[in-house]
């Protein structure tokens, strides 16, 4: 079945550091790939998404690029900010379905 | 506008007990779903409502699980004699139909004693 693949956490990086939190996944047809972030005491939020191969999603400064060829969502930053620290998931919803299938998800702490 | 309402949002409850979840989607969406974001588990999918279809159960974890959505709005998932592994928080969410993203509320969380 669908699956998703990320990095397992906890990430930790200092203030203004480049950001990487690799995702994978594993579907039949064309899934549509998202960011989820949930900030401390929040629900979720989308971060950012992508519709199709080589389409790329950005938000707050966050990029993540729909790699078909290796099946990948990585989710980057180039300087981080303490108010960046939250957990943050990445999903799929399969071609014809709605449902999301998310990863793990990766803890993000930001020192200052 | 209002965002996807949750209640109650702490639930302490003893194993044994049923419980009711209750969820008010954002106005217009007519889809919905459950989800259950739980330490061993992750996030996963238990059930989505689209309209007068049929809802898709396919992740509803056993018969002790089940929800309705009365009136095409707010939705129950009830459970019944609670185990220890039910403990979770249980997440709901609404979209407009066949769109994406799906907005989520802030969650019940259930503790079994």
């Known amino acids: 079945g669908d699956s998703v693949t990320q990095m397992e956490g906890p990430v930790t990086l200092s203030e203004e550091a480049f950001l990487t939190i690799n995702c994978t996944y594993t579907?039949?047809?064309?899934?549509?790939l998202f960011w989820y972030v949930q900030y401390p005491g929040e629900g979720l939020q989308l971060l950012l998404k992508?519709?199709?191969?080589?389409d790329k999603g950005s938000n707050k400064g966050f990029e993540a690029t729909y790699r078909k060829e290796t099946t990948s969502f990585h989710l980057e930053k180039g300087s981080v900010q303490v108010s960046d620290s939250a957990v943050y998931f990445c999903?799929?919803?399969?071609?014809?379905?709605?449902?999301?299938?998310f990863g793990q998800g990766t803890r993000l702490t930001i020192n200052p | 506008g209002a965002g996807v309402s949750q209640s109650p949002s702490n639930k302490v409850t003893e194993k044994g007990k049923d419980v009711e979840l209750r969820c008010d989607p954002i106005?217009?969406?007519?889809?919905l779903y459950w989800y259950r974001q739980s330490l061993g588990q992750g996030l996963e999918f238990l059930i989505y409502?689209?309209?007068?279809?049929?809802?898709?159960k396919s992740g509803l974890p056993s018969d002790r699980f089940s929800a309705e959505r009365t009136g095409g709005s707010v939705s129950t998932l009830t459970i019944q004699r609670t185990q220890q592994e039910d403990s979770a928080v249980y997440l709901c969410?609404?979209?407009?139909?066949?769109?994406?993203?799906?907005?989520f509320g802030d969650g019940t969380r259930l503790s079994i004693l």
């Open positions: 999903a799929l919803s399969a071609w014809g379905a709605q449902k999301l299938v």
């Open positions: 992508a519709t199709k191969a080589d």
């Open positions: 106005s217009g969406h007519t889809a």
């Open positions: 969410a609404s979209s407009f139909p066949e769109e994406q993203p799906q907005h």
């Open positions: 579907a039949t047809g064309y899934p549509s």
């Open positions: 409502f689209q309209g007068n279809s049929a809802p898709d």
